[in-house]
């Protein structure tokens, strides 16, 4: 990634922590270069809770659950899902791809006793074909080069979604 760390230092009253996650300087940055990437591309990177830890449609620790490929009308397009964590999500998220001129996956098989990939972060950063995405998962990474990205949450039940009381 070039402007999302995934090892930023922190100061805190208590000293120096380090291997923190901090998308500061790619939210600093994202004003100079957001009007040149794609429409969905640029809504799903500038929303407020994209990158808000707390908020429920902040990407961290969602689950990716399936890649799939299509063609369509010659064009090739990709779609990464991802899962909800009952404890964070209300919304599983779906991200569609068009236009893919390029792809990644660095990312272990699950193997039925380790969880599925967990995101990390992710940065969208304009490229000459349109954008590119890059996922931190636990563990690899994807990037996936493309015209364009559609983000859609999409509304879930979870029984084990603790009360919000």
């Known amino acids: 990634?070039?402007?999302?760390?995934?090892?930023?230092?922190?100061?805190?009253?208590?000293?120096?922590?380090?291997g923190v996650i901090s998308p500061a300087e790619y939210l600093e940055r994202l004003p100079e270069f957001a009007d040149v990437l794609p429409a969905g591309a640029r809504a799903f990177a500038a929303d407020p809770q994209h990158y808000?830890?707390?908020?429920?449609?902040?990407?961290?620790?969602?689950?990716l659950e399936r890649i799939s490929?299509?063609?369509?009308?010659?064009?090739?397009?990709?779609?990464?899902?991802?899962?909800?964590?009952c404890w964070k999500h209300e919304e599983d998220l779906v991200i569609r791809y068009e236009g893919v001129t390029g792809y990644r996956l660095d990312i272990a098989a699950p193997s039925g006793i380790e969880p599925r990939s967990v995101v990390i972060l992710d940065e969208i950063l304009p490229h000459p074909d349109g954008?590119?995405?890059?996922?931190?998962?636990?563990p690899g990474t994807t990037m996936v080069v493309c015209r364009d990205l559609t983000a859609t949450w999409v509304d879930i039940d979870c029984p084990e979604k603790p009360s919000r009381a």
């Open 1 to 18: 990634m070039r402007y999302v760390d995934l090892n930023a230092s922190m100061t805190l009253p208590g000293g120096v922590v380090h």
């Open 52 to 63: 808000d830890f707390h908020g429920p449609r902040c990407v961290k620790d969602l689950n």
């Open 131 to 138: 954008c590119s995405h890059e996922i931190a998962f636990r």
């Open 69 to 85: 490929f299509a063609e369509t009308g010659g064009e090739n397009r990709m779609e990464l899902a991802f899962r909800h964590n």
